[in-house]
C-alpha cells in the first residue's frame, strides 16, 4: 500500500507557473505508474497527466498538452507536476494518483489508479 500527500498548490496570477508534488510512502515506489487528476466546483474529476513506472513514457490531456510537464524522481519517491502558463480554467483541486504495475504503460482512467492524496488547491485569477 501506498500513501500519497500532493503540496504546491497555491494562489497564482494568470500566465503564472507553480510546481505540485506528491511525495509517496513505502519502498516499492518505481512499480507504480502515477497520475494526475483534477477537479473544478460543479465539474467532474478528470485527467490531467500520466507517467509510467519508468518514467519514460507520459501522457496529457489536450487542455494542458505544451503546458504542463509531468516528472518523477524514484529515489525521492515523489512525482511532480510543472504547470506554466496557467489560465483561470485551471483552477481546481489537484490529485496524485498512483496504480501498482508489471507494465510500462500509463493510465488516463479515475478507475485505473488504487490511490489517491487528499488533494491540493490551486486557483488561476485572470
Known amino acids: 500500500q501506498v500513501q500519497l500527500v ?35 466546483p ?5 485527467f490531467v497527466a500520466a507517467l509510467n513506472k519508468n518514467g519514460g513514457s507520459t501522457a496529457y ?19 511532480y507536476l510543472q504547470m506554466n502558463s496557467l489560465k483561470a480554467e485551471d ?6 494518483a498512483a496504480r501498482q504495475t508489471i507494465t510500462n504503460v500509463t493510465f488516463r482512467s479515475n478507475s485505473g489508479y ?6 491540493t488547491q490551486v486557483t488561476v485569477s485572470s
Open 6 to 40: 500532493e503540496s504546491g498548490g497555491g494562489l497564482v496570477q494568470a500566465g503564472g507557473s507553480l510546481r505540485l508534488s506528491c511525495a509517496a510512502s513505502g519502498r516499492t515506489f518505481s512499480s507504480y505508474a502515477m497520475g494526475w487528476f483534477r477537479q473544478a
Open 42 to 46: 460543479g465539474k467532474e474529476r478528470e
Open 61 to 79: 490531456a489536450d487542455s494542458v498538452k505544451g503546458r504542463f510537464t509531468i516528472s518523477r524522481d524514484n529515489a525521492k519517491n515523489t512525482v
Open 91 to 96: 483552477t481546481a483541486v489537484y490529485y496524485c
Open 114 to 119: 488504487e490511490y489517491w492524496g487528499q488533494g
